[in-house]
């Protein structure tokens, strides 16, 4: 029997801006499990990263809950909330968000440094990591030395210098070429069995989902269950 990592039940979000009130997140229920690969797909503006931001503790639903492992985020400490996030979560963009004028080894080490591991340390597993993805030949280049799936490649290991339980992905082919994109998506499949790490990504790319656990469609923010036969129309 699968082990309940995260669960998400009735979350709403609603966001007020003057006299308008905006609907994001319609009484969203969820569970992701340990090491399980699952695809959220849906338009843009259909609340797909609004719910990813509200897994990860980046922004505080209307309404709801959300626990991770028994424990319920949202009635934690705001420092309780950054320990998980460092500690037990990783995040992914589309956007890399490398800090520009550190080198990739840097960059992936800082999630570790944070988290208090001796410097020699952190270097050693970021280089580890990042020979792993492939990128052991790029360890002293900065970002902009770097490709479009090098430097997405690069966070990917950052996402994962702590291994975190869960790691949430925003669209992370979403900026890449097919090829890159390709080799992005068979990483994360191949990290998530290797490591035994949750993966939940939102995305637009349907070859990305179909190779997911499970797939998700997220509408007008609601969520629900998506047939893989009707993959490719709901992802565009």
Same mark, same amino acid.
Do not use: C
């Given at each position: 029997?699968?082990?309940? $990592? =995260?669960?998400?039940? *009735?979350?709403?979000? !609603?966001?007020?801006? &003057? /006299? #308008?009130?905006?609907?994001?997140?319609?009484?969203?229920?969820?569970?992701?499990?340990?090491?399980?690969?699952?695809?959220?797909?849906?338009?843009?503006?259909?609340?797909?990263?609004? $719910? =990813?931001?509200?897994? *990860?503790?980046?922004? !505080?639903?209307?309404? &709801? /809950? #959300?626990?991770?492992?028994?424990?319920?985020?949202?009635?934690?400490?705001?420092?309780?909330?950054?320990?998980?996030?460092?500690?037990?979560?990783?995040?992914?963009?589309?956007?890399?968000? =490398?800090?520009?004028?550190?080198?990739?080894?840097?960059?992936?080490?800082?999630?570790?440094?944070?988290?208090?591991?001796?410097?020699?340390?952190?270097?050693?597993?970021?280089?580890?990591?990042?020979?792993?993805?492939?990128?052991?030949?790029?360890?002293?280049?900065?970002?902009?030395?770097?490709?479009?799936?090098?430097?997405?490649?690069?966070?990917?290991?950052?996402?994962?210098?702590?291994?975190?339980?869960?790691?949430?992905?925003?669209?992370?082919?979403?900026?890449?070429?097919?090829?890159?994109?390709?080799?992005?998506?068979?990483?994360?499949?191949?990290?998530?069995?290797?490591?035994?790490?949750?993966?939940?990504?939102?995305?637009?790319?349907?070859?990305?989902?179909?190779?997911?656990?499970?797939?998700?469609?997220?509408?007008?923010?609601?969520?629900?269950?998506?047939?893989?036969?009707?993959?490719?129309?709901?992802?565009?």
């Amino acid at each position: 029997m699968q082990e309940l $990592l =995260l669960e998400v039940k *009735g979350v709403t979000k !609603r966001y007020q801006e &003057g /006299s #308008v009130d905006t609907q994001v997140l319609n009484d969203v229920d969820l569970q992701v499990y340990k090491g399980e690969q699952l695809a959220i797909v849906g338009t843009s503006g259909s609340g797909k990263s609004t $719910l =990813l931001h509200i897994m *990860g503790t980046l922004d !505080r639903p209307t309404s &709801g /809950s #959300v626990t991770m492992l028994g424990e319920d985020l949202y009635a934690l400490s705001s420092r309780r909330q950054s320990d998980i996030r460092n500690q037990d979560l990783g995040f992914i963009y589309q956007f890399h968000h =490398l800090l520009p004028e550190f080198t990739a080894l840097e960059n992936v080490a800082m999630p570790a440094l944070i988290h208090g591991v001796k410097r020699e340390q952190a270097h050693q597993d970021a280089k580890v990591l990042l020979e792993r993805v492939g990128l052991g030949h790029r360890l002293d280049h900065i970002p902009a030395e770097m490709s479009g799936g090098e430097r997405q490649r690069t966070a990917i290991a950052r996402a994962l210098i702590n291994k975190p339980k869960l790691v949430l992905a925003d669209e992370p082919t979403g900026n890449l070429d097919a090829a890159s994109g390709e080799a992005v998506y068979e990483l994360i499949q191949e990290l998530a069995t290797q490591y035994g790490t949750a993966f939940v990504v939102v995305t637009h790319d349907s070859k990305l989902a179909a190779r997911m656990d499970r797939q998700l469609h997220m509408k007008d923010g609601y969520l629900r269950p998506l047939d893989i036969e009707n993959l490719t129309s709901e992802a565009s």
